[in-house]
């Protein structure tokens, strides 16, 4: 099994110095996905996946396209749910992700005030993945290690989404606890490729991290976070 998970590119998180809930992407943002269409042009996926916010959904649009397949929205890729900054201030949603970074360790479980709880998203990624791989025939094996059951192994997949999301993914195929840092732990640029592939064990399958945030098609300009 050979898993694609694609960072949405360029977002426009502020126009005009206010700032924008859900945003679209920016110009370049738009060429960052042109170009990532183009790299995964001759690839061949079985299945498609995309969240349903509208950067992920842009980032998607040319990479659809190019497969000549269908949009399929997948609402647990959604990032974290950030508090309410629509038509705010730039400089507040700036300050308030400054001051949760000078938080103690444990304190940054809470994440931003007004948005979702870090705990509280990594739970639902984790929940989401599960449910959604055991439909297709993908679970963890009762075992102390992570062992997986693949009923699929040739299968090709990919998914649209974001930097915390694939993040916080990548913990789960891996079997690593998860952090209130995922964003940290695994950096993730725009319009990024990070590759996972299941590895034959004795008694299931474990999940490799081959590549990761791979942007060698984007020109050095477009090389954004």
Sequence with gaps: MFISLIRHAEPEWVRDG?????PPLTARGHRQARRLADR????????VYVSPLLRA??????I???QRRGEVIEPWLEEIRSPIWQGNPADKAEAAYREEKRRPAAERWKGL???????????????????????RGIYRIEHELPVWHVEEPGDRLAFVAHAGTNSVFICHLLGLSPTPWEWERFVIGHATISRLEALRLGDGYTFSLTRLADNTHLIEDDHTY
């Design 18 to 22: 206010f700032s924008q809930d859900n």
């Design 40 to 47: 995964l042009e001759r690839e061949h996926f079985d299945h």
């Design 57 to 62: 959904r842009q980032t998607a649009a040319p």
């Design 64 to 66: 659809l396209d190019a």
């Design 113 to 135: 005030e007004g948005g979702e709880a870090v705990s509280d998203f990594t739970k639902r990624i984790h929940a989401g993945a599960t449910k959604f791989l055991a439909e």
